[in-house]
């Protein structure tokens, strides 16, 4: 069974760009949240996809956008970065199914300068 | 929203000694999940709980689903240097299947 994962590992961006970070559910699952952890925080869920639509979104600017594909792989994508937006993404995978157990991958880490 | 407040912030234990922290909400959760990060990487699932009163275990840890659905718990015995992380709990943030929301986390921290 294969984990979630995420590319790339790390990243540094200049303020105002754009990004596009991705991530490949877990096998089996058809769900992907991604979080956002800033520094000594907690994650804070940014939003959710399921068959391919936002299902849930949380407290984030619209510059913040996503996709999900047909395999349920999914990318984030951050518009006109803000030095603030220099944080650890996360992705989880679930099944929609199977209650609240999310799994995550190992992250990318954006620095924007 | 909801917030998830967790204590204590940080533990500074001998290795051999137990450990227990907890997490409480202003608001019911209907699941308690707890999460070990180290550093550089993602949360790895501990355990999770869906029921008041819920007490579970794995291995070392045990975690509990308080009673008033408004607190958990999570105990690990005989730390070892591998505990070393910061523990997390979390929960539904509401509205059917969706994200999670997070506590600040506990920074253990193991003294040999």
């Known amino acids: 069974e294969t984990g979630v994962t995420q590319s790339p590992t790390h990243l540094i961006k200049t303020r105002g760009q754009q990004v596009t970070l991705r991530c490949s559910s877990q096998s089996g699952h058809n769900t992907v949240s991604w979080y956002q952890q800033a520094l000594g925080q907690g994650p804070q869920f940014i939003f959710q996809?399921?068959?391919?639509?936002?299902?849930g979104r949380g407290n984030f600017p619209p510059r913040f956008s996503g996709l999900q594909f047909p395999n349920y792989s999914s990318e984030l994508n951050v518009n006109a970065l803000e030095l603030d937006d220099s944080a650890l993404y996360l992705c989880?995978?679930?099944?929609?199914?199977?209650?609240?157990?999310?799994?995550f991958g190992p992250g990318t880490r954006l620095t924007v300068t | 929203g909801q917030q998830l407040n967790q204590s204590p912030q940080s533990m500074f234990i001998q290795e051999g000694e137990d450990v227990s922290m907890n997490c409480t909400s202003s608001s019911i959760f209907n699941t308690w999940l707890w999460y070990k990060q180290d550093p550089g990487e993602g949360p790895v699932l501990l355990i999770a709980l869906y029921k008041a009163g819920e007490l579970t275990s794995n291995g070392r840890l045990t975690a509990q689903f308080g009673t008033t659905r408004k607190d958990s718990f999570l105990n690990i015995s005989a730390s070892i240097p591998s505990d070393v992380g910061i523990y997390f709990c979390a929960g539904p943030r509401g509205g059917g299947a969706d994200g999670l929301t997070f506590g600040k986390g506990t920074h253990l921290i193991i003294q040999p």
């Open positions: 989880a995978s679930s099944l929609r199914e199977g209650g609240y157990e999310q799994y």
């Open positions: 996809y399921y068959r391919e639509e936002e299902n």
